[in-house]
């Protein structure tokens, strides 16, 4: 939070690295212990504090937008992955203590508890977040080609990169947010329609860009002379 308010290093990338040193790797500490508790979702609550920070979003945005646009991969999938990495090594070591629980798991005493031996785990994670990412019902979703590629404009400044990450989730400043989150009455644009963030980029005759959303994902050098010069007097 610190690196996001200063105007130092506040690249996606820097705030990217920063993300997985200091807050992933203290919050997903040994994870196939506790993977399968019921709180593990309190985890997942802190960590999500840190996806706007990188990619720029207000808090509105979808959370599957938000771990695309932060290049992280969904928790679930990280620790399932740890899980199966462990699960791998315990029954390659005959030695260890818990590989006969693997091989000859123990009866289950608690219906509740659902230990780290029951489940199959899949190291798969591009395909298991490509396969969520497509049945996931979010705006613009065809502009991702495949939710693990880091998206165009990740090296981007901050206010460029922040702009075009809530273009792309459609939640920004414009007319049509400021009237739901009541601070306006009216929707409506300087050029009398109403304002949302899609309008301001394809049909707005003030603000459009050539080649609509789609030219303003690619990040090229017109969409960031656009993204630069947006709201400037």
């Known amino acids: 939070m610190k690196l996001a308010g200063s105007s130092w290093g506040t690249n996606a990338g820097t705030l990217w690295s920063s993300t997985l040193a200091l807050c992933y790797s203290a919050a997903e500490y040994y994870a196939p212990v506790w993977s399968h508790s019921a709180h593990t979702g309190l985890v997942d609550v802190q960590l999500n504090v840190t996806l706007p920070l990188i990619s720029g979003t207000l808090r509105p945005a979808p959370l599957p937008w938000l ?30 203590p818990i590989h006969s629980d693997i091989i000859y798991p123990p009866p289950q005493r608690l219906s509740s508890r659902n230990q780290l031996w029951q489940d199959s785990y899949s190291t ?3 395909s ?19 939710p693990r590629i880091r998206q165009p404009g990740f090296d981007l400044p901050r206010r460029q990169w922040s702009l075009l990450n809530r273009f792309r989730t459609v939640q920004g400043h414009c007319g049509a947010c400021w009237k739901r989150w009541r601070q306006v009455d009216s929707d409506l644009c300087a050029c009398g329609e109403p304002q949302t963030m899609s309008y301001i980029v394809d049909s707005c005759p ?20 656009w993204l630069t010069n947006y709201g400037s007097p």
């Open 124 to 126: 798969d994670i591009t």
């Open 67 to 96: 771990l695309v646009l932060a290049n992280i991969e969904p928790r679930p999938l990280r620790r399932n992955a740890a899980s199966a990495k462990l699960v791998e090594k315990a029954v390659a070591h005959d030695s260890w």
């Open 128 to 146: 298991q977040w490509k396969k969520d990412w497509n049945s996931a019902s979010v705006v613009d979703s065809h502009l991702v080609a495949g």
């Open 206 to 225: 003030l603000t459009k860009l050539a080649g609509v959303l789609c030219k303003l994902h690619s990040a090229d050098d017109n969409a960031v002379a």
